[in-house]
């Protein structure tokens, strides 16, 4: 069952599409309501628009129509540091995502750009760093890291200001098993609304309690409780199985 | 030659990759490395202007002397050192090399090398070797944050210091990627091809190289966005100043007063 904290709304979108520069459709009409405290796995074969629409979710990216509310406010500049304050992303390919010279500027980047005083940026530095085994590489530059490394410092800079509405972007995909189990408990303890994509079925149902599936035409086919887990001739037709 | 090409790029690329990037020298415990960011900066403009500021050898003799000690001091290998700045002095001096034809003493009448023209030559070399030596000191013992930290300190223009910041995050990303490219390319080259296969061939691979690196740097500018935005602002500490920057600060004022007598 779904655990809801207070009913309202963490994300609503509307009739919303995404068309990229070179014409390349994003989401085709997508609605979806999501409510503070639910757990979403977003599922859909490769290329059927699930980061795209991570990026529109996260307010990265506005529609090219339609409409989408973040935690009861209108994506528009105006909200932008009030939606970085509160939302997290981790990105696909840790790549994109870290861009600092070293892992310990990795994760002073979000706490400076919000005025954190030192101190205390630093002590959730150490905090962070020592819970997920992290201290040892804080002086290394990421780009030099493992891809397991590189998705846990990652996955620490997402969520290190406790963020209420937190977007996974296949946050499991190219890891070990030991990297993948620490990368589960972790989001198993995070508090608030967690919207994730992910290839892998097994894991659904430590991270989340709610099922949105797409289709290759760009659009949301169903959406449910992790029964939807076990409809497999919907997860064939679909592209998962 | 297409090979020779390739290898080319593949070290420039390498070259490029680490050169802004030091993984350990900024963190020794080293003499430099203690320096608070802004003396060092402040000081090492200074060296870096002194040392173009002259053609006369004598004043130029202190600043090439104060480079082995201030790599001493801050444990910096001789072998890391030279491996950055080798290639600039190398180019400076090819590119000043046709100066060794003119003016008119003549060393060599009959190759037309003149004395003139060399010791200008090795002297404009020399200059671009202790102007860059000092700036890679830097560069080897300070993070790039203080550095940036430093910048503002001193209130050089936001546009300039975006600049910085733009290049030194997208410089790795952008030779990463061709790095990968070419990579990809010699994995998949199964014969021998013709000069025309690789010259249209390598067009391509350029072209796609753009598309990457574009597409790279449009999502890294969405994920920077994401973590609290595009101004990179890092920590500003207390200005320190110590026995470490009072020891710094009059190795910069012995080399003025050097050069000004």
């Known amino acids: 069952m779904v655990d809801l904290k207070s009913g309202k709304y963490a994300v609503r979108a509307q009739n919303v599409s995404y068309i990229y520069p070179d014409g390349t459709e994003g989401v085709r009409n997508v609605s979806i309501e999501i409510l503070e405290g639910e757990r979403v796995a977003l599922l859909g074969p490769n290329g059927c628009g699930k980061s795209t629409l991570i990026l529109l979710l996260s307010g990265l990216i506005n529609p090219t129509s339609g409409r989408v509310e973040i935690l009861g406010r209108e994506v528009n500049k105006k909200n932008s540091e009030f939606f970085r304050r509160n939302i997290g992303v981790l990105f696909q390919n840790p790549d994109d995502f870290l861009f600092n010279p070293t892992v310990k500027e990795e994760l002073l980047y979000t706490p400076a750009q919000l005025g954190l005083p030192f101190e205390e940026a630093m002590d959730m530095v150490r905090e962070y760093s020592e819970e997920f085994g992290i201290e040892k590489i804080l002086e290394k530059p990421p780009f030099r890291l493992s891809g397991g490394e590189k998705k846990k410092v990652s996955l620490v800079c997402s969520i290190m200001l406790k963020p209420s509405l937190l977007f996974l972007d296949e946050p499991t995909a190219n890891v070990d098993g030991k990297t993948r189990k620490k990368i589960i408990e972790i989001a198993e303890k995070i508090e608030g609304t967690v919207v994730l994509t992910t290839h892998e079925l097994e894991i659904i149902p430590k991270m989340a309690d709610r099922i949105v599936l797409m289709s290759m035409d760009k659009k949301i086919i169903a959406d449910g409780d992790l029964e939807l887990l076990e409809d497999y001739s919907l997860l064939e037709s679909a592209g998962i199985l | ?261």
């Open chain 2, 1 to 261: 030659m297409i090979e020779l090409l390739e290898k080319t790029a593949k070290e420039a690329s390498k070259f490029f990759q680490n050169f802004l990037v030091i993984e350990s020298t900024a963190n020794r415990n080293g003499f430099l490395q203690k320096v608070d960011a802004r003396v060092k900066v402040l000081g090492i403009f200074v060296l870096v202007v002194l040392s173009v500021s002259t053609f006369d050898f004598q004043k130029l003799f202190f600043s090439l002397m104060l480079i082995p000690i201030l790599l001493a001091i801050s444990k910096i290998s001789l072998k890391v050192f030279v491996s950055r700045v080798w290639l600039f002095p190398l180019f400076s001096f090819l590119i000043v090399s046709p100066r060794i034809f003119m003016g008119k003493v003549l060393l060599y009448p009959s190759l037309f090398l003149t004395y003139d023209g060399l010791i200008y030559s090795i002297i404009f070399t020399l200059r671009v070797f202790i102007a860059v030596s000092f700036l890679s000191l830097l560069i080897l013992t300070t993070q790039f944050s203080e550095i940036i930290s430093a910048l503002r300190f001193f209130k050089i223009p936001e546009s300039i210091i975006s600049i910085l910041v733009l290049t030194y995050r997208y410089i790795h990303l952008t030779f990463s990627e061709l790095f990968r490219i070419l990579v990809a390319r010699e994995s998949r080259r199964v014969r021998k091809m013709k000069i025309s296969e690789i010259w249209n061939g390598g067009g391509a691979s350029l072209g796609v190289f753009f598309i990457r690196v574009l597409e790279r740097a449009e999502r890294i500018y969405l994920s920077s966005i994401a973590r609290g935005g595009q101004n990179y602002r890092p920590y500003v500490f207390p200005l320190r100043f110590r026995s470490t920057e009072a020891f710094f600060t009059s190795m910069v004022l012995a080399n003025i007063i050097w050069w000004l007598i």
